[in-house]
Nanobody, 126 residues
Framework: QVQLVESGGGLVQAGGSLRLSCAAS????????MGWFRQAPGKEREFVAA????????YYSDSVKGRFTISRDIAKNTVYLQMNSLKPEDTAVYYC???????????????????WGQGTQVTVSS
């Protein structure tokens, strides 16, 4: 299995920036996609961004496109989420997830991810 630990969350004013980190350990050679999801109180877990471990164009939800950037450092087994122009509606617990190559399950579905971090709280005030 893969172990994931998120960090970097906190309280920020609207328009500000945060960078989240997710460090992976364990069977990292099995990782095909790393993704970020978020969950607000009373809401379902929502896809935010994902990247193939091997590179290529990343994927973003429409709500964060142009504001958030996902990147990864394979040597450090770490994926990042740079969040700019934050809005109050971005407030949520942010989770990173890892999944192997898998046909039949879209990458925006939480069901396709085998490993999850504990989450890090992001709060954006107005």
């Amino acid at each position: 299995q893969v172990q994931l630990v998120e960090s970097g969350g906190g309280l920020v004013q609207a328009g500000g920036s945060l960078r989240l980190s997710c460090a992976a350990s364990g069977r990292t050679f099995t990782i095909y996609v790393m993704g970020w999801f978020r969950q607000a109180p009373g809401k379902e877990r929502e896809f935010v961004a994902a990247t193939r471990w091997s590179g290529g164009n990343p994927y973003y939800s429409d709500s964060v496109k142009g504001r958030f950037t996902i990147s990864r450092d394979i040597a450090k087994n770490t994926v990042y989420l740079q969040m700019n122009s934050l809005k109050p509606e971005d407030t949520a617990v942010y989770y990173c997830g890892a999944r192997p190559g898998r046909a039949g399950v879209i990458l925006s579905s939480p069901a396709g991810y085998d490993s999850w971090g504990q989450g890090t709280q992001v709060t954006v005030s107005s």
